[in-house]
């Protein structure tokens, strides 16, 4: 069967077509991150403006490449919630008038359920039961995955995501948006064991980064340290934190097998650390990092996974309508 996926929760657009038989036949996406980094962060009118402005000719390249013709869609998956809702607003729009032109069904995609999967379309041997821990912009989430691909919440951020604190950071020591890539870098000139920060609610199975975000503000207002090192101690802080609770939380549940998707699982030093953590036995798997973020090919081949459960969108269904899969 062929999947057209698409994806516009917040500042991406992207359209993948995924083949049941032969994987991801086309795949293409238009960033906003120029857009919005003048702004200091997403502004959610603009990106949904520019979602509307790129779907059609994302879609037709998609076509242009695969050598498809609408003909040959036979299913059309879409991301649901959650995400900004005027961006969700424009995808699901486009993703229903083109079924319902098409007379092809919708499934509506929950954005995390997607990013869980992203690592299995890359690694074929990678089956549930597995552990997922998300960790982007808006998300820190470690979820429990059984053979029949239902999600287990097991813990949460409770005030900032990891993605979140990451351009907060570096907000904060004058760095650009997106903060991650930005802290990653400077990192590299940095002492990681310079600044001496906590690990928020160690013995706790739940996230929290408010309060190392205000650490690194207190010891960047001292004047004693670099931005180099404030940022190689919080990224290196950050990483501790995730591997803590994401390893104890895995071998609580006996589960041998980890994935660690979105955007800021693209940061080098978190997948080191990950790959460093893991005992005989133990293997953490990662999307590559086109994967990581938000793209297209999540939510088609999300769409595969999900079809024979016949959850399909109504045509008066909207954004955040429901929740499928997971919350």
């Known amino acids: 069967m062929i999947f057209l996926g698409i994806e516009t929760s917040c500042d991406e657009t992207s359209l993948a ?3 049941t038989n032969k994987g991801i036949l086309a795949a293409k996406t238009a960033s906003q991150a120029d857009i919005h980094s003048r702004f200091g962060g997403v502004v959610p009118e603009v990106a949904s403006r520019n979602h509307i402005l790129k ?5 037709n390249e998609c076509l242009s490449i695969s050598g498809l013709g609408t003909s040959d869609i036979d299913c059309i998956g879409v991301t649901n919630a959650p995400g900004l809702i005027g961006a969700l607003f424009v995808g699901v729009g486009f993703a229903k008038g083109l079924g319902y032109s098409l007379g092809i069904p919708v499934i509506p995609i929950n954005h995390l ?6 690592a299995e379309i890359e690694h074929e041997e990678l089956k549930p039961p597995y552990l997922a821990l998300i960790i982007s912009g808006g998300h820190t989430h470690i979820y429990d995955v059984d053979k029949a691909l239902n999600y ?3 813990a949460k951020t409770l005030d900032d995501a990891a993605g979140e604190s990451f351009d907060k950071v570096a907000k904060m020591i004058g760095l650009g948006y997106p903060g991650g890539p930005a802290i990653e870098k400077l990192a590299k000139d940095g002492d990681s064991d310079a600044v001496k920060l906590p690990i928020a609610m160690k013995k706790d199975d739940n996230f929290s980064f408010s309060g190392l975000k205000t650490a690194v503000l207190n010891a960047y207002n001292t004047g004693e340290y670099s931005k180099a090192d404030l940022a190689a101690s919080f990224q290196k802080t950050t990483a501790e934190t995730l591997v803590l609770k994401t390893m104890r939380i895995a071998r609580r549940f006996g589960r041998k097998r980890i994935t660690v998707a979105g955007g800021v699982a693209c940061n080098g030093y978190i997948r080191n650390s990950f790959a460093e953590a893991c005992s005989e036995g133990e293997k953490v798997y990662f999307p590559s990092f086109r994967l990581c973020t938000d793209n297209g090919d999540m939510i088609a081949y999300a769409a595969s996974r999900f079809y024979n459960r016949r959850r399909f969108f109504p045509l008066e269904g909207r954004a955040y309508d429901t929740q499928p899969e997971i919350g």
């Open 152 to 154: 287990r919440l097991l």
């Open 113 to 118: 359920s997607a990013h869980i999967l992203a």
């Open 17 to 19: 077509i995924y083949c």
């Open 55 to 59: 779907l059609e000719s994302l879609f």
